[in-house]
């Protein structure tokens, strides 16, 4: 199929004007009764769960920043553990003469 | 004359409904609904779509009314709901569309023949293609939109337009082709 022909056919489907005057028929009616219905509904509990997102992101931050801190300090001890490990390790060494 | 002069534009329309008058809406629905009912007349099977549609078109507006800021008119404004309104819809229906028969269509394209036929052939192609490549033909080469237009009314860049624009004449070509063969 070439250029051409595809473009027939889309002439000819211009041409069709779909009507509508059957559905736009007592439209602003039906919509307006939608929209009280709608109105009159309550909303569903989800709907406000995106109002709790500060409090969310707020408490995700305070559990960061708490883990953070613990891990600094677990680590600062550690590291003075280690060391102190390690300092007592190469006096053992030194003194019985077992190499490394 | 005196009852022109006395009509409310939109923007007293608009300003009516954020008041709580129903019947401004209603106003303003009758003066755009055609427009809107001739943009998802192209993508509805039948009437009881189109008036979901529509209305879901209409009820979008109606919430989103507080963010119009009047830098566009309003009918522009309703317009690109209704293109997005229809892009959900035919991605949401599109496996229903697939299944569509091609019985009772004629096989084959006919230059010079039936215009209802050619219309149906083209029809049920175009419910094969995927959401984005059918609106991007629908609005050019049905609508006989600009590619500005276009892509104001999508919110795609121009160039991005284009691309969808050629790639779904392609694939378009391609299952009339395959269909030709058959």
Not at chain 1, 46 to 73: C, S
Not at chain 2, 53 to 66: G, N, T
Request: proline letters at 2%.
């Amino acid at each position: 199929m070439n250029d051409e022909e595809l473009n027939q056919l889309f002439r000819s489907a211009r041409a069709h004007q779909p009507d509508t005057s059957r559905a736009e028929y007592g439209f602003e009616t039906r919509l307006l009764a939608r929209l009280r219905t709608d109105r009159e509904q309550p909303a569903p509990w989800y709907a406000f769960t995106w109002k709790l997102m500060p409090a969310f992101a707020a408490v995700v931050v305070v559990i960061g920043v708490r883990t953070v801190m613990e891990l600094g300090a677990d680590s600062n001890s550690l590291q003075t553990a280690i060391a102190g490990d390690h300092e007592e390790n190469t006096l053992v060494t030194y003194l019985t003469g077992d190499s490394l | 004359m005196s009852a022109y002069l006395d009509e409310p534009n939109d923007e007293r329309l608009i300003q009516s409904t954020l008041t709580g008058d129903e019947e401004a809406f209603a106003e303003l629905v009758r003066r755009h609904k055609r427009k809107v009912f001739r943009i998802a007349a192209r993508f509805a099977r039948h009437d009881a779509e189109l008036n979901d549609i529509c209305q879901e078109i209409f009820v979008k507006a109606y919430q989103k009314l507080k963010s119009f800021r009047g830098e566009a008119p309003f009918e522009h404004w309703v317009s690109r709901i209704a293109v997005r309104s229809c892009y959900d819809f035919l991605r949401a229906t599109r496996r229903n569309r697939e299944t569509v028969s091609l019985d009772g269509i004629e096989i084959g394209t006919q230059p010079d023949g039936n215009i209802e036929h050619a219309r149906e052939l083209l029809g049920w192609a175009m419910a094969k293609l995927s959401a984005d490549e059918r609106l991007v033909l629908t609005l050019l080469e049905l609508d006989e939109r600009s590619v500005r237009e276009t892509a104001e009314l999508t919110g795609w860049s121009e160039s991005n337009v284009k691309v969808r624009a050629f790639r779904a004449r392609q694939a378009l070509r391609k299952i009339l082709e395959a269909n030709h063969e058959r």
